[in-house]
């Protein structure tokens, strides 16, 4: 099983809706996980920090379920320009302290 | 702020060539990463360094060098180019570790070796 697994969609969904993606992670021991967005050809860039239950910002939301070792992404009221690939990476516990990226999930956001 | 800058942006090679991916950072960051993105791979990390003078490896780092003269700059070296080195490269840059800072990337660099 990989450290990091995401669903690599495609999720197609039309503007203004709600969508949300898991992430889970097999280390119980990790801390802290970030979401990054990385748009077609483009480098990865940084969307949401998780360090405890979870972060709101905007139409963003994270969640991060200890119990069953997830991380969720909600966005709200989709918009074209969120079509993007969302990255899920999470930051081992211990002294190297690596983090691991997932694959990614596609998000087509369609008129 | 320019951010993180790569050159070149494209690049063919053949194999058995060397050459430098360059990568500067003007935002006075410590923490320095070479990344290689790859389908089905995700990221995964060549080399990083946590200051100038101060660098080390990553998950993979066979067949590339690094160095930090300055805190600007950290350059990635091809020492004999493979087709499996075939990828694109990232180099992030980030205030500390990244593993509680937002790492910053430069646009990539796109290198095909034949």
């Known amino acids: 099983r990989k450290e990091v697994e995401q669903d690599p969609g495609p999720f197609n969904v039309p503007e203004g809706a709600t969508v949300a993606f898991n992430c889970t992670y097999s280390?119980?021991?990790?801390?802290?996980f970030f979401w990054y967005r990385q748009d077609c050809r483009k480098e990865p860039k940084l969307l949401m920090s998780?360090?405890?239950?979870?972060n709101e910002d905007g139409r963003f939301t994270a969640q991060l379920n200890r119990a069953s070792q997830y991380i969720s992404l909600l966005i709200r009221d989709s918009k074209l320009s969120d079509s993007a690939t969302y990255l899920c990476?999470?930051?081992?516990?211990?002294?190297?302290?690596?983090?691991?990226w997932g694959l990614g999930t596609s998000l087509a956001v369609n008129p | 702020n320019a951010g993180v800058t790569q050159t070149p942006k494209f690049q063919v090679l053949k194999t058995g060539q060397s050459m430098t991916l360059q990568c500067a950072q003007d935002?006075?960051?410590?923490?320095m990463s070479w990344y290689r993105q790859d389908p089905g791979m995700g990221l995964r990390l060549i080399h990083y360094?946590?200051?100038?003078?101060?660098?080390d490896q990553g998950e993979v780092p066979n067949g590339y060098n690094v160095s930090r003269s300055t805190t600007e700059d950290f350059p990635l070296r091809l020492l004999s180019a493979a087709p499996s080195q075939t990828s694109v490269y990232f180099c992030?840059?980030?205030?500390?570790?990244?593993?509680?800072?937002?790492?910053?990337f430069g646009p990539g660099t796109r290198l095909t070796v034949l």
């Open positions: 992030a840059s980030s205030w500390t570790s990244p593993d509680y800072n937002e790492q910053f």
């Open positions: 935002m006075n960051h410590e923490y």
């Open positions: 360094s946590v200051g100038a003078g101060i660098t």
């Open positions: 280390n119980s021991a990790s801390q802290s």
């Open positions: 998780v360090y405890s239950s979870g």
């Open positions: 990476v999470g930051v081992n516990a211990g002294n190297n302290r690596k983090l691991i």
